[in-house]
């Protein structure tokens, strides 16, 4: 055969041995190799189906408290923005009988129920004829709080948790928090400061309880009863009423007729602007009767931040046992009128007794305001700041001088 010079062997459908593609075969990788032992087992297949049975009890385990999570950010985020909207709708002045439920609806988020447990008590009776061991009851108690800073700062009323073992605040958001820390408590004003975890919360606003006037309207939140967020409107019937406190001395109270119950202690109470003017604090009697009081915001919100700067509140003191200045006694003193309080003793080593005043004196004015009886004298060196030195006039044996007095801190 005479080959043609164009003719090649790829044309003739042979292909060299060289020039032949590889022929690919699909090999499993080593890992794999591995695993498939020689038994047969298919160990990856197994190994994926632990896998996704580990999650799956992960997401059965998780998702109750995800869906719990997930409902309280729901309403939380729903109150944050009803108060948003409320604030709002309260700066464009709605008309005054829409107003109200703007006010709550700001409120709301920042007011919180207060439990606190003080452990268990026998109960014993005199005389008891039963056999074993006396019962034991469990002491608790239960009132409002009113959050004033973001960061989980809580104003309540001290008797509502004091000397408790445990403490629960329970949020309007509808969340549970038992991880509470009490900050510290004014004894004189029966105010505390309780500290949760600050996430998602929403803080009502200090308001001036010096610009309140008799008639003013204001509200009252709270849980009496356990009946949670309750909302009672009245007036304002009475400014600078003084009261013995359970810790001695005197406090300033805001009376008003917005009514009142067990379970209010250390809830707000709030203006037609919804800001925080008191702390409820007491009723008259054992039940509502038209007559309630509250710690004045003046007097709450500088507690709260002595307490929360220094750990404890601080009140002057001035160290005497004391009584009002009668008429009679004034003239026979030949005192111009019956304001003022007669010293019955001063205690040792008191700024009283450094100061040189006597059982006989009477005191006329602190710091160049008249005395009017004793509980007005025990709020004004109350609120004096501890450390200063303040004039105080007095008479003695019908003579009228002037001491100047180094003001101390009251005991607890």
Do not use: C
């Amino acid at each position: 055969m005479n080959p043609d010079p164009n003719y090649t062997a790829s044309q003739a459908g042979v292909v060299s041995e060289s020039e032949a593609e590889p022929e690919v075969r699909m090999s499993p990788p080593p890992e794999m190799a591995q695993i498939s032992s020689d038994d047969g087992i298919p160990w990856g297949t197994v190994l994926r189906g632990l896998f996704w049975l580990v999650v799956f009890f992960g997401l059965l385990f998780s998702v109750p408290y995800l869906v719990e999570e997930l409902s309280f950010a729901v309403t939380r985020g729903r109150l944050r923005a009803e108060a948003l909207v409320a604030r709002d709708q309260l700066a464009r002045l709605p008309q005054w009988e829409e107003r109200f439920r703007w006010v709550v609806k700001s409120v709301f988020p920042g007011v919180v129920g207060v439990e606190a447990s003080r452990g268990e008590m026998a109960l014993d009776r005199p005389g008891r004829s039963l056999p074993g061991p006396a019962p034991r009851i469990r002491e608790e108690s239960v009132g409002s709080g009113v959050i004033v800073d973001e960061e989980g700062y809580i104003v309540t009323s001290l008797h509502v948790v004091e000397q408790a073992r445990d403490i629960v605040v329970r949020l309007a958001d509808g969340r549970t928090i038992k991880s509470v820390q009490l900050v510290g408590s004014d004894p004189l004003n029966d105010l505390a400061v309780l500290k949760i975890p600050g996430s998602g919360l929403t803080a009502v606003p200090w308001g001036d309880s010096d610009q309140l006037e008799v008639g003013d309207t204001v509200l009252a939140i709270g849980n009496p009863y356990g009946l949670t967020r309750t909302v009672t409107a009245g007036i304002i019937s009475a400014k600078e009423r003084r009261a013995q406190s359970n810790a001695g001395g005197f406090q300033e109270l805001l009376q008003t007729d917005a009514a009142m119950n067990p379970g209010n202690s250390g809830g707000p109470l709030v203006n037609v602007r919804g800001e925080i003017v008191g702390i409820n604090s007491a009723i008259y009697g054992e039940a509502y009767r038209g007559i309630s009081f509250a710690i004045p915001s003046r007097v709450a919100r500088q507690a709260y931040e002595q307490i929360r700067r220094e750990g404890r509140s601080r009140h002057g003191w001035l160290g005497v046992q004391m009584a009002d200045l009668d008429e009679e006694e004034a003239r026979s003193r030949k005192i111009p009128d019956s304001r003022g309080v007669v010293v019955l003793s001063v205690l040792p080593g008191s700024p009283a007794e450094k100061a040189g005043l006597r059982p006989g004196d009477v005191i006329r004015t602190w710091n160049g305001q008249v005395v009017e009886d004793s509980s007005a004298l025990g709020v004004m060196v109350a609120k004096t700041p501890v450390g200063s030195e303040v004039p105080m006039e007095i008479y003695r044996q019908d003579q009228p001088q002037t001491l100047r007095v180094l003001v101390g801190q009251r005991p607890l």
